[in-house]
């Protein structure tokens, strides 16, 4: 991703959390992580998120999704030191569309990128509101979308370590890279 492109998508995921009323530092707003997941397709398939704290026990995120914008489907797998991140979603701003793996749902009230449909399995429906929240089991394939308006979630977990997430997607590199 290009820097200019970096910015702007930062500056997009800065307006939601203002819409969410989440309060950021100057230096958290600056390091707002912006993942394409080195496809290139960032308005429809990427994440902005900030990382408040990450310790061997805990970790606490805010993500901001794109009008839209989908994460892509993966899964934390076990680790040397449990069975995986376990996380909970809390929805702050706008409609969470998530999906994990289960029982189908018969008319979703979404659908995977156009073109990736086969890279999304899991397709256990939880529509997530403001204030509402679910929690993701370690080692359970999951994905999820905003809806119109874009979304905030904060998201609570045991030790985050996204390096070791695993995607349905082959292509997917999990840390940026951004370019001049």
């Avoid at 969410?20 to 993942?35: G, S």
């Avoid at 995120?61 to 680790?79: F, I, S, Y």
Wanted: glycine share 4%; net charge negative; charged share 30%.
């Amino acid at each position: 991703m290009k820097r200019d492109q970096y910015e702007r998508i930062r500056e997009e995921a800065l307006k939601l959390f203002e819409k969410a009323n989440i309060i950021l530092t100057d230096e958290e707003k600056e390091n707002v992580e912006v993942a394409d997941f080195g496809l290139e397709k960032i308005e429809n398939m990427g994440l902005q998120l900030v990382t408040y704290v990450n310790t061997d026990l805990v970790c606490a995120k805010e993500l901001a999704l794109l009008p839209n914008q989908t994460c892509p489907e993966h899964k934390h797998p076990k680790r040397d030191f449990d069975d995986g991140k376990e996380e909970t979603f809390r929805c702050r701003y706008g409609t969470v569309y998530l999906y994990v793996e289960g029982e189908p749902v018969e008319n979703p009230a979404t659908q995977p990128p156009e073109g990736d449909e086969k890279y999304y399995t899991a397709l256990q429906e939880i529509i997530l509101n403001p204030g509402e929240q679910y929690t993701i089991l370690p080692n359970t394939l999951h994905w999820f979308k905003a809806g119109n308006e874009g979304a905030v979630v904060s998201e609570f977990s045991t030790r985050s370590t996204d390096e070791d997430d695993i995607f349905t997607d082959p292509r997917i590199k999990r840390i940026p890279e951004i370019l001049l």
